[in-house]
């Protein structure tokens, strides 16, 4: 992930790239837009077989400038539909496959948040240990507000938190050391100022948060996050495609390229915004300090595991079936009984087409999407009818698009419920 040719006004980019994978702020919660020519359609799935997205997909290409996409239906822990269309790079004959690997951006900030869970569960951490307990003898100076910030507040964005880019460029710019040790220092320098918002008060999407966060459990296990993320999540979920930064060979098609403006400071340029940019290029992703808060990369038949292991843990799924951490450590994440419109790692709320056995109820959904003006993704999980979206491209802000897949799939694969209107069709969580 380290690249140690990146130039100083690509630190300074990356510094808005960790925003690009944040929430938009004007946005409330998002929701699949209702399709219009198959609202009606309920498929019959084969049991040994997922049913082919392609068509579906292709036709959505056809009226966009998406490269190339993907998307998996789950029921439980079963791929019900999947597909792919496009290619892997602008320009290019390599077509995607149901075996390539996406950049998932922010959509990674759950697995963050499990990993924490992960550590409560053993004991190591709670939910309400205050950031001052984890870093009080490491901080040179921790400013006194921060003694009663909890870790949950930091991954429900109630921590009084902004972004901090020009501390986070700073600390990338004029610091040296691994990613881990740049995490340590960027922590540092955050915590020794006041919160810049009266903390536990206000939502504010930020990444800032997850990347303390991240430096926080290389403190408690004196591991690197990403070594913590392999045997904790990725080894533990059988996920062998996942890693870390872009997908891919540098020089080589062997994977999707991401897609998207070329940056001039904090700013994209002006012109083609579907740029493709080779895996080796310093242009090609953010830092990997900032890998806490979603640099991960992975197939979506891998990352299904991944949204399998809360679809079933959800104490509303009426097929619950816990693994990996504890009943109520999904409650937590999911932010079963809260009213906050975020949880860990996932925006929550409840949607029609997402609604269980009681009549005329609204279902809960949590879900979650990214963007880090490369890659573009979301996913959908409705715990109340065992159901799943996930679909992934390799541009950026393709946000309709793939708002409009999502209102497709929900209403052939969710169940006759899904007829009902989904809700607001709206630009969702990432920008």
Not at 172 to 188: E, M, N, Q, Y
Not at 269 to 284: E, I, K, N, Q, T
């Amino acid at each position: 992930m380290s690249r140690s040719d990146w130039i100083a006004p690509l630190w300074l980019v990356a510094a808005v790239g960790l925003c690009g994978c944040a929430s938009d702020r004007s946005a409330n919660v998002a929701s699949p837009s209702k399709p219009r020519s198959e609202a009606n359609a309920t498929r019959t799935v084969s049991p040994d077989a997922p049913e082919d997205l392609s068509a579906l997909l292709a036709a959505a290409l056809a009226r966009t400038k998406i490269p190339g996409v993907a998307a998996l239906v789950l029921r439980g822990d079963r791929v019900i539909a999947q597909g792919v269309a496009g290619v892997r790079k602008l320009g290019a004959a390599e077509p995607v496959t149901i075996e390539d690997e996406f950049e998932i951006c922010s959509c990674a900030k759950a697995m963050t948040a499990t990993l924490v869970a992960s550590f409560v569960d053993e004991g190591r951490l709670s939910w309400d240990t205050s950031l001052a307990e984890i870093f009080g003898d490491s901080v040179s100076h921790l400013d006194p507000a921060w003694r009663k910030v909890t870790v949950r507040q930091v991954l429900e964005h109630r921590a009084g938190l902004d972004d901090h880019l020009v501390l986070l460029a700073r600390t990338v710019l004029f610091s040296h050391g691994d990613p881990t040790a740049l995490r340590r220092v960027l922590a540092a320098k955050i915590l020794a100022r006041p919160p810049d918002f009266p903390p536990g008060q206000k939502f504010f999407y930020e990444s800032a948060g997850y990347v303390i966060i991240g430096a926080a459990l290389e403190k408690i296990s004196g591991r690197p996050w990403d070594e913590l993320m392999r045997a904790r999540l990725f080894e533990p979920l059988g996920l062998a495609s996942a890693g870390f930064g872009p997908p891919g060979t540098p020089g080589k098609l062997d994977q999707p390229w991401g897609h998207g403006p070329h940056w001039l400071f904090y700013f994209p340029l002006p012109g083609a915004s579907g740029v493709p940019f080779d895996p080796g290029s310093p242009h090609a992703d953010f830092p990997a300090v900032g890998a806490p808060a979603g640099l991960v990369h992975v197939a979506l038949g891998d990352w299904a595991k991944f949204v399998a292991l809360h679809l079933r843990g959800d104490p509303a799924n009426p097929h619950r079936a816990v693994t990996l951490l504890k009943p109520e450590t999904f409650a937590e994440l999911h932010g079963v009984g809260a009213d906050g419109e975020y949880a860990g790692g996932w925006f929550t709320g409840r949607r029609p087409w997402a609604k269980g056995a009681r009549p005329g109820d609204t279902g809960c959904v949590f879900f979650h999407q990214g963007d880090n003006t490369r890659w573009n993704c979301v996913v959908w999980v409705a715990p109340e009818i065992d159901f799943a979206i996930l679909i992934a491209s390799n541009r950026t802000a393709m946000w309709q698009p793939l708002d409009e897949i999502a209102g497709k799939l929900v209403a052939s694969y969710a169940r006759p419920a899904a007829a009902e209107e989904p809700g607001k069709s709206a630009r969702s969580d990432a920008r």
